[in-house]
């Protein structure tokens, strides 16, 4: 029996699909269960070749369009790289981390179960970093994929309830989609016990529009304002580092920001930090919350999206409405000035963090959405092979 976990982006890349995805094919190899992962490369563009069509809706009144023919170009090259790489490789269960993975598979698999977990809202993005309009032909054309995604796939997943809610007016049955919330190795996490005269906020993210590190800085500018003292370490990258720098340098804020670009493992870093904060505009998830809070962090973050799900306000950190500098400012503040509170804030957020977002409760319940949709050969062997080994845990 062989399970494929079918990405977008390389395991390498950053993120949450890509940080979490290589480790539940770890664990559950451990159990017994073979478990492979496929991606597409960068250097794979304009490849394929085949016709695109879908169940559900026509694309063809949308091409022509920049953000639409890329993404319908993407689908064919994901399905010619597929076909090229796994053409004689047979499975008995797919699940697919990104709409363009899930759509070539069912293709080429048709009788294969595919499962499809739905992590971000691609033209969520797209409208807050002002690149398309709400209602205009980008939007309807990614929106309308959600509904091809139902129809195709044999499963629908996603990250957070807020995010399945979003989903909801795009779907048929929105109650048939289930909810598994990201999940993390804490081995991968090493709080380490540090005392930093000066407060040290963190916060990690691409640079766009929609992470709101705009609203960071002005908040800082604020708190600095107020005489506290404070470093700003801002890692990632992306198309505004440049707007962003400048911006800081306007707000009398450089000196105290370090802007380090891309970090391929910034949880080696994040320990020696105090409070990590992002104001995103939107989040399915927010999976750089889990991390943070694995790693003995305070929390500050926006009221949107899947945030509220992991921060509870004053209890295991704290949530500032969206596009209010002046709360986060505030909020900000409060965590400089009272480094007991930061403390009791971080321990709370990774106590939860432990018991919600632990690899194990992620295996656990996707061993059960693969045995429902037919693998129970695996779930077999699996019981075998504990019973081989007594006293083996069981995720």
């Not at 090259?77 to 490789?89: P, Q």
């Not at 899930?102 to 809202?121: F, G, N, Q, W």
């Not at 295991?316 to 709360?327: K, S």
């Not at 963090?353 to 996707?366: P, T």
Request: charged letters at 25%; hydrophobic letters at 40%; aromatic letters at 10%.
């Amino acid at each position: 029996m062989n399970v494929l976990q079918a990405l977008f982006f390389p395991p390498e890349q950053p993120g949450g699909v890509s940080s979490m995805v290589p480790y539940i094919r770890e664990r559950f190899r451990k159990l017994g269960w073979e478990m492979e992962l496929f991606s597409l490369p960068k250097r794979i563009r304009n490849k394929g070749a085949e016709p695109i069509e879908f169940e559900t809706f026509d694309w063809q009144p949308y091409g022509g369009n920049a953000i639409v023919d890329k993404y319908i170009q993407t689908l064919k090259d994901y399905i010619w790289w597929t076909k090229l790489r796994l053409k004689d490789n047979k499975y008995d269960l797919i699940h697919a981390h990104h709409p363009v993975a899930a759509l070539a598979m069912k293709r080429i698999y048709p009788d294969v179960p595919v499962v499809m977990t739905i992590h971000s809202s691609y033209e969520r993005e797209l409208l807050l970093n002002g690149k398309i309009k709400e209602g205009g032909p980008e939007h309807r054309f990614l929106t309308s994929i959600y509904g091809e995604l139902e129809r195709k796939t044999d499963r629908l997943l996603t990250v957070s309830h807020s995010f399945s809610k979003y989903l909801s007016s795009y779907l048929q049955a929105p109650e048939a989609v289930g909810v598994i919330p990201n999940g993390y190795d804490e081995k991968r996490f090493k709080p380490i016990s540090h005392e930093n005269e000066v407060t040290q906020l963190v916060t990690i993210c691409r640079l766009v529009p929609a992470k709101g590190i705009d609203l960071l800085l002005k908040a800082c500018a604020e708190v600095q304002k107020r005489g506290h003292k404070f470093v700003l370490h801002i890692i990632g990258d992306g198309p505004i580092r440049e707007e962003l720098e400048a911006m800081a340098q306007e707000l009398g804020i450089y000196e105290n920001t370090i802007f380090y670009g891309y970090m391929l493992h910034p949880e080696e870093l994040m320990p020696f930090f105090d409070v990590f904060v992002l104001p995103s505009r939107a989040e399915s998830f927010g999976s750089v919350f889990a991390e943070a809070a694995l790693c003995l962090l305070s929390l500050v973050g926006t009221d949107v999206g899947g945030i509220p799900e992991q921060i509870e306000n004053g209890v295991n950190g704290l949530l500032v409405p969206a596009e209010d500098p002046a709360a986060l400012a505030e909020a900000l503040e409060s965590l400089i000035l009272d480094p007991h509170y930061r403390y009791e804030l971080a321990r709370a957020a990774w106590n939860k963090a432990k018991k919600s977002y632990s690899l194990n409760r992620v295996i656990s319940e996707l061993k059960k959405v693969y045995i429902e949709l037919g693998a129970n050969e695996l779930a077999a062997a699996e019981e075998t092979l504990l019973e081989e080994e007594p006293g083996k845990e069981e995720a």
